[in-house]
């Protein structure tokens, strides 16, 4: 078997003696590189290909699939943490060619957890967001915005279930207030709402923190009742109670309450 006829590494700059000292028969056999990253595992054509681990010089772990150098296929990221000399898990999922891309579990410091879909690195897709103050948010996203129908939960325990847009309530949703027991029904425009109605839940009176009072019903009237009600008013000589009686036995008699 012929050797391969490596260059003379005498000749050469610091940087790329490192280079050359970790080939081996042509191939890269290990390990460290110029930059001081790193890697143990299965190599292909003397790029980084199959199963392996590599720590960069920054103290960060990636332990999965490699393609042609690239991190692709089903690999973890971590992160070390100084104070304490333990690795923090950064993502656990699939990669396409060195980006997060397909299903995966996503820690944003400061924000919370996301397990879903990727696309280019970015929330894609269906997923839902696990946040630290205790909201929650289930539906679809649009490059790291939420964008489409979704859940979102308020760590208060209300919730919005409707349409989103740019990462803000935008058309048609419904938002449950359910410590008190009530719902609102309407449209959103960037995260005001410009035309609802307000109505009590069937379990109103079960909430944390129930309206004192209860929304009335509003109720429509027939052009046949307000004749007859106009007419009891022009008519009528009794007093306050005489006439809601006659107000109220009408409204018994129509067809439509």
Not at 34 to 60: Q, S
Not at 147 to 168: C, P, V
Not at 240 to 255: D, G, P, V, W
Request: hydrophobic share 30%; with cysteine; aromatic share 14%.
């Amino acid at each position: 078997m012929p050797f391969y006829n490596r260059i003379d590494v005498r000749k050469l700059p610091r940087s790329r003696q490192l280079e050359e000292g970790s080939y081996k028969n042509g191939q890269r056999h290990c390990i460290f590189n110029a930059v001081h990253d790193k890697y143990t595992g299965e190599w292909k054509r003397d790029k980084k290909t199959g199963k392996g681990a590599l720590l960069t010089r920054n103290m960060d772990l990636y332990e999965g699939d490699f393609l042609n150098n690239y991190r692709h296929g089903h690999g973890i990221l971590a992160y070390l943490l100084p104070k304490y000399k333990v690795f923090r898990l950064a993502y656990s999922g699939e990669w396409k060619f060195g980006r997060m891309h397909g299903k995966g579990l996503r820690d944003y410091p400061g924000e919370g957890f996301y397990l879903g879909f990727f696309q280019h690195g970015k929330r894609h897709g269906c997923g839902q967001m696990f946040y630290h103050d205790g909201a929650f948010y289930d539906g679809n996203w649009i490059e790291d915005k939420r964008e489409g129908i979704g859940l979102f939960l308020f760590k208060n325990g209300n919730r919005y279930e409707g349409n989103w847009l740019n990462d803000k309530k935008n058309g048609k949703g419904m938002l449950y207030f359910l410590n008190v027991g009530q719902i609102m029904i309407g449209f959103w425009n960037h995260d005001v709402c410009a035309s609802s109605t307000i109505t009590d839940l069937p379990y109103r009176q079960a909430a944390m923190a129930p309206t004192l009072y209860p929304i009335p019903k509003n109720t429509l009237v027939t052009l046949e009742i307000m004749c007859k009600n106009a007419e009891l008013v022009s008519k009528s000589e009794g007093s306050l109670e005489t006439l809601m009686m006659h107000y109220n036995r009408s409204l018994a008699e129509s067809k439509y309450f």
